[in-house]
């Protein structure tokens, strides 16, 4: 699969043959737009390796109040804490978007790290930067205000996932993700009512601009400077 994988993403931090061989690894599988790809609570061992589309990981809590997690793409892998782990899975995986991915059954996947140390690099890389993100929204939470922890969700994503407009020499930036309000404020711990209004602020700074179910960033460098985010990408 001829294609360039953002470096943020699992492949995309492999060798050219690395990935070439793990890429024939496993099956191949298509999952339909809203279709669960993992179910939090099952006890299957294998990993996905998303290789076109968009995901969400969700927690359900015995409330029944549902939490996004996170946003995954193509290139990266998804089901890995629970296949390393042997417990149960603790999110729901949603397609956003028709996905594929290859099914890689756990002893597949640890024979292929035996095989290749800079894989287990990538994915001990991969499982740090996922630390990192819980890591911050947690010191987040108690440190910034509700807008500027909207604002440093929105500067994380971009960072990750952002595709910049043409002609934009980077400064503007579709967000990437398809992304409704309650899942924005579920990401920076917010209500909804409390997201709405500081989307609204955003919006109003000349920071972002809003569609439907779609975001632009205005203006990349003043956002992180508002976000307090340095240049790093946090995945």
């Not at 492949?11 to 690894?25: D, I, K, S």
């Not at 279709?35 to 390796?49: C, F, I």
């Not at 998303?50 to 995901?55: H, I, K, N, R, Y």
């Not at 987040?140 to 440093?152: C, E, I, V």
Request: proline share 4%; hydrophobic share 40%; charged share 25%.
């Amino acid at each position: 699969m001829n294609q360039a994988w953002p470096p943020s993403t699992f492949l995309g931090r492999l060798r050219n043959a690395t990935r070439e061989e793990l890429l024939a690894e496993g099956t191949p599988i298509t999952y339909p737009s809203h279709r669960a790809l993992l179910q939090q609570g099952d006890e299957s061992r294998h990993v996905l390796l998303l290789t076109s589309g968009v995901v969400k990981v969700v927690a359900s809590a015995e409330s029944g109040y549902d939490m996004l997690l996170a946003v995954r793409i193509a290139g990266d892998l998804v089901g890995e804490m629970a296949a390393f782990e042997e417990r149960p899975r603790s999110g729901t995986v949603i397609a956003c978007s028709d996905v594929t991915a290859r099914i890689i059954q756990m002893r597949t996947l640890e024979a292929f790290l035996s095989r290749h140390p800079d894989a287990m690099r990538a994915i001990l890389h991969m499982l740090c930067a996922r630390l990192r993100w819980a890591n911050r929204r947690r010191v987040d939470f108690q440190a910034y205000d509700s807008l500027t922890r909207l604002a440093r969700v929105l500067a994380e994503l971009c960072q990750a996932y952002a595709r910049p407009e043409p002609d934009s020499d980077g400064k503007r930036c579709d967000l990437g993700v398809t992304l409704t309000q309650r899942e924005l404020a579920s990401l920076a711990g917010l209500k909804l009512n409390t997201a709405e209004k500081n989307l609204a602020l955003l919006t109003a700074q000349g920071l972002v601009e809003r569609h439907y179910r779609n975001i632009t960033i205005c203006d990349v460098p003043k956002l992180l400077e508002f976000a307090k985010v340095f240049a790093d990408n946090p995945y």
